[in-house]
């Protein structure tokens, strides 16, 4: 589809579960920093291992803001010629 919604790419292996992707979706949405408001959830499926889960909740609409404020290439996005 040729809208402006951009792909996500997730890499787990890279995220470090800072949480940062969760604050700002969630402020995109709700106007403040409340990660459980978010469209994109970090979870630690494996405990104490360091290994974190990155996943999309139906409310993500694609705007590839989490991408951009990840530091860390935990997600990253395609479609960005536009
Ligand atoms: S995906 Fe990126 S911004 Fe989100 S918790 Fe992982 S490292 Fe942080
Ligand atoms: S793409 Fe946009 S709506 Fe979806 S999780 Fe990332 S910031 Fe939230």
New binding site residues.
Partial sequence: MGDSKRA?VVNPDSCVGCMT?ML??SY?FTGTYCPAM???IISNPEGDSGMFAVL?SEK???????AAFCLYGGITRTGEGG
């Avoid at 993500?60 to 989490?66: Q, V, Y």
């Fill in positions: 996500l992707c700002r979706c995109k978010a469209a994109v999309f993500c609409d694609g705007c590839g803001l989490c």
